[in-house]
Nanobody, 121 residues
Framework: QVQLVESGGGLVQPGGSLILSCTTSGTIFSIDAMGWYRQPPGKERELVARITSGGSTIYADSVKGRFTIARSDTKNVVYLRMNSLEPEDTAVYYC???????????????WGQGTQVTVSS
C-alpha cells in the first residue's frame, strides 16, 4: 500500500513563509518525479513545482523566485519551501508522485490527501 502524507500547512501572514513536507511510504518500483500541486478556491488544480528523479526542477511562473522544491537524500520525502507568500497562494496543496507500481506496469499518479495553506492578514 502506497501512502503520501503532507504536513506543514496552516495560516500565515502575507510575506511570511511555510515549509510543506510530503512523506511517502509503501512500495513503488520506481519514481519518475515528485511534485506539488495546488487548488485555489474556485479554481482548477495547477502544478506548483516538480522535481525529477534526476534532480531537475520545474516551477510555475507564479511561484518562481519564491518557492523551492527539494527532496531528501533517501528520496522518500519531498519539501516545498514557500517564501514571500501572497493571498493568491491560498489553496489546498497536494503532494504528487509519478511512479511505476511494478516492474511491468505503466506509470501511475499517487496523491496525498492535501494540506490547506491560507495566506491572510
Amino acid at each position: 500500500q502506497v501512502q503520501l502524507v503532507e504536513s506543514g500547512g496552516g495560516l500565515v501572514q502575507p510575506g511570511g513563509s511555510l515549509i510543506l513536507s510530503c512523506t511517502t511510504s509503501g512500495t513503488i518500483f520506481s519514481i519518475d518525479a515528485m511534485g506539488w500541486y495546488r487548488q485555489p478556491p474556485g479554481k482548477e488544480r495547477e502544478l506548483v513545482a516538480r522535481i525529477t528523479s534526476g534532480g531537475s526542477t520545474i516551477y510555475a511562473d507564479s511561484v518562481k523566485g519564491r518557492f523551492t522544491i527539494a527532496r531528501s537524500d533517501t528520496k522518500n520525502v519531498v519539501y516545498l519551501r514557500m517564501n514571500s507568500l501572497e493571498p493568491e497562494d491560498t489553496a489546498v496543496y497536494y503532494c504528487n508522485v509519478l511512479g511505476y507500481p511494478t516492474m511491468t506496469s505503466g506509470p501511475h499518479d499517487y496523491w496525498g490527501q492535501g494540506t490547506q495553506v491560507t495566506v491572510s492578514s
